[in-house]
């Protein structure tokens, strides 16, 4: 059986390296080379120097190979997706010290160890199908939620990188299955929130009303971006109305077409910004779209109401 960690990743100097080189994942996990760095942030008690001291420390990018440091760039994916389990947000956990043997006893988890801070853990699981890492992810943290576990919700993001860290114990299991489970659209846990705009009171925003109709999009399961054109018109809405927030809002509401990608969808949103209709469509669009294809009715009839 395939080493599920003897797989190539992006290994980035510093977070603001813009041009990788290519290491070997297990390597990075397993080495003591940076052992006295990542100590000192952890002895450190001074907010502003610990985050300081971390941010010098190398990263790397265990979902995938690439040529940048954006999900664009993606030259592989490696089929792994890592999981942030962070103490401030699961302090319901009795015995969370003991969380990585916990996690140890999943058959699909083929790494876990302490992150940089020794507050938190991280855990790496391979996936199925790479391609779909965001549906992997609701699944995830859908299955790590019924377990009392709260899963960062950022380790969505293919690109994302981590600092190297060290554990003298990690659990190591490269033959670990493959994760199959991808969301089926019904109960997806909320990951942008149901708050508004980040920076923003105001009861006015559209967030709210955006997130109810892509709630009724995911336990529907439709699909309202077929054709280019419409799909690129709902990118436009939802960027100008939620700048770079609304990327996950847009792999939420383009994941329900047959031949969605994460890469692609996210290239397709990151060039967004440059082209011809950047202030031109509004949010109304996306509403549009949602009433074309009757979720307005949906939605006065009531979410909660509908069984399928």
Wanted: with cysteine; proline share 5%; charged share 25%.
């Amino acid at each position: 059986m395939k080493n599920r960690l003897d797989v190539a990743v992006s290994y980035y100097e510093h977070i603001y390296t813009k041009f990788p080189v290519r290491a070997t994942l297990i390597d990075l996990l397993t080495t003591n080379r940076y052992k006295s760095c990542v100590l000192a942030v952890r002895t450190e008690l001074d907010a502003r120097k610990k985050k300081e001291l971390k941010t010098r420390l190398p990263a790397f990018t265990p979902s995938g190979l690439f040529r940048g440091g954006a999900a664009n760039t993606l030259l592989k994916p490696t089929g792994l997706i890592c999981m942030d389990i962070d103490r401030k947000d699961n302090l319901q956990i009795e015995g969370y010290d003991r969380l990585k043997d916990q996690l140890g006893r999943l058959p699909y988890v083929a790494f876990c160890g302490r992150s940089v801070g020794g507050e938190g853990y991280y855990a790496i699981v391979p996936i199925a199908q790479p391609n779909k890492l965001l549906l992997h992810f609701r699944s995830l943290q859908t299955k790590f939620s019924a377990m009392g576990i709260t899963i960062d919700p950022s380790c969505c993001d293919i690109s994302r990188k981590r600092f190297v860290s060290y554990d003298p114990e990690p659990y190591i299991n490269q033959e670990a299955e493959i994760y199959e489970g991808l969301t089926d659209g019904a109960a997806v846990p909320d990951i942008t929130g149901n708050a508004t705009l980040p920076g923003t009171d105001s009861e006015d925003e559209p967030l709210k009303e955006v997130l109810k109709y892509i709630q009724i999009i995911e336990q529907k399961k439709v699909d309202i971006t077929a054709g280019y054109a419409n799909w690129l018109r709902i990118g436009y809405a939802l960027h100008n109305a939620f700048g770079d927030f609304g990327r996950e809002l847009f792999h939420r509401v383009s994941s329900f077409h047959p031949r969605y990608s994460y890469v692609e969808t996210d290239r397709l949103f990151s060039g967004l910004s440059k082209g011809n209709c950047a202030n031109q469509v509004t949010i109304r669009s996306f509403f549009y779209f949602v009433r074309q294809h009757g979720l307005d009715a949906a939605a006065d009839f009531g979410v909660s109401d509908e069984k399928g």
